[in-house]
């Protein structure tokens, strides 16, 4: 089955980087868009980014455009955030998602078809 499994989170300073990584299996990872969202418990999921299946077309939140790169190898399966220049706002789970669609559009923004668990990130200011 579809398993998608975070890394990376912690504890960091503000103005400090951080690498999250997303671990794939189930299937094939080249055929499918991929992005990022986070949370804040009891506020809503907020949408970071997408990269579609080739890795040549990515979107960005306006909040977090410029500060992070999602990029993904699909000779291993996995996609990334990096994330720079974190500020305290940025304390969230975060989450990794697949889209059952190779190429991304703005609807991705509001939904995705799996979800991980989540990896915590916590900036202290």
């Known amino acids: 089955q579809v398993q998608l499994v975070e890394s990376g989170g912690g504890l960091v300073q503000s103005g400090g980087s951080l690498r999250l990584s997303c671990t794939t299996s189930?299937?094939?990872?080249?055929?499918?868009?991929m992005g990022w969202f986070r949370q804040v418990p009891g506020k809503r999921l907020e949408w970071l980014s997408f990269?579609?299946?080739?890795?040549?077309?990515?979107n960005y939140w306006d909040f977090v455009k410029g500060r992070f790169i999602i990029s993904r190898d699909n000779a291993k399966g996995t996609l990334y955030l990096q994330m720079n220049n974190l500020k305290s706002e940025d304390t969230a789970m975060y989450y990794c998602a697949l889209y059952l669609s190779s190429t991304i559009s703005y609807e991705l923004r509001y939904g995705y078809d799996y979800r991980g668990q989540g990896t915590q990130v916590t900036v202290s200011s």
């Open positions: 990269i579609n299946n080739g890795g040549e077309s990515t």
């Open positions: 189930g299937f094939t990872f080249s055929t499918y868009a």
